[in-house]
């Protein structure tokens, strides 16, 4: 159902859509957020530390089983991340 009238719009399943900058950013803010440095990071995902500057900078985003471990590692929720409970 559109959120503006009674019917079904393509403008407003685009209008909820979520963008990679926005889970980007979502990811960037729970690594900075964490009680874990970007290097304590690195070294519990088995990665260079420079690869996880390039997430924070919005650079690069991690592979989806890095990701997933990111998630573990701080614990917080995928969902959360991806902006599917918004």
Known sequence: MCHLSSKNCTMCYYLTMITMPEIQKRLRDAIKYSNITQKELADRLGINP???SKYMRLDKFPSLDTFA???RILDVSADDILGVND
């Open 69 to 71: 471990n990111i998630c």
């Open 50 to 52: 420079s690869t996880v």
